[in-house]
T-cell receptor, first 114, second 116 residues
Framework: AQSVTQLDSHVSVSEGTPVLLRCNYSSSYSPSLFWYVQHPNKGLQLLLK??????LVKGINGFEAEFKKSETSFHLTKPSAHMSDAAEYFCVVSSGGGADGLTFGKGTHLIIQP | KAGVTQTPRYLIKTRGQQVTLSCSPISGHRSVSWYQQTPGQGLQFLFE???????NKGNFPGRFSGRQFSNSRSEMNVSTLELGDSALYLC???????????????FGPGTRLTVL
């Protein structure tokens, strides 16, 4: 069995300050982990993915995430927030195989204050 | 390369009706998956099709069905609509190779279904 917990349902930061979105996972296997972003009325866009290569993963738009097995965490960070980062972010864990192996977190709503 | 497209983008139906949603995957992708997204339940997996065959199925009633055509395009059908079926329906495509590492899912913009 696997699960994913996004520790914050809402995060608010000021433009130009760092962003931290927290994700903890549970998996019986060596997991693959993803972060997706969803802007209003849009589908999910892949930000980055971890598949047992380098533990620090760089994604699009300046985002990165670090896989920490000892802490079962995969937190998403960005050094400097931009207004266009305002969106819903989903952490996803997979045990492999097909789409039924994906487990989505509940999402974190990121608010950027001007 | 064009992304995943879904039609229509918005639908309004009444209870008891049926609805068909369409998804065109990224060229070369053979797997199409469907998800339901609601504020209360979040993202839930409906089913996955690969090479015209349903490969996996989530925990949804039989009113939800789908199919995939030889060109990998997929349709999803919901019969006897209920108010609770109001949701954003997302389609995702992937190469479908599976294995120990999951394929990356590429999502379409979704179809917003409202049931009155």
């Amino acid at each position: 069995a696997q699960s994913v917990t996004q520790l914050d349902s809402h995060v608010s930061v000021s433009e130009g300050t760092p962003v931290l979105l927290r994700c903890n996972y549970s998996s019986s296997y060596s997991p693959s982990l993803f972060w997706y972003v969803q802007h209003p009325n849009k589908g999910l866009q892949l930000l980055l993915k971890y598949t047992s290569a380098a533990t620090l993963v760089k994604g699009i738009n300046g985002f990165e995430a670090e896989f920490k097995k000892s802490e079962t965490s995969f937190h998403l960070t960005k050094p400097s927030a931009h207004m266009s980062d305002a969106a819903e972010y989903f952490c996803v864990v997979s045990s492999g195989g097909g789409a039924d192996g994906l487990t989505f977190g509940k999402g974190t709503h990121l608010i950027i204050q001007p | 390369k064009a992304g995943v497209t879904q039609t229509p983008r918005y639908l309004i139906k009444t209870r008891g009706q049926q609805v068909t949603l369409s998804c065109s995957p990224i060229s070369g992708h053979r797997s199409v998956s469907w998800y339901q997204q609601t504020p209360g339940q979040g993202l839930q997996f409906l089913f996955e099709y690969f090479s015209e065959t349903q490969r996996n199925k989530g925990n949804f009633p039989g009113r939800f069905s789908g199919r995939q055509f030889s060109n990998s395009r997929s349709e999803m059908n919901v019969s006897t609509l209920e108010l609770g079926d109001s949701a954003l329906y997302l389609c995702a495509s992937s190469l479908g190779t599976g294995g120990s590492h999951p394929d990356t899912q590429y999502f379409g913009p979704g179809t917003r279904l409202t049931v009155l």
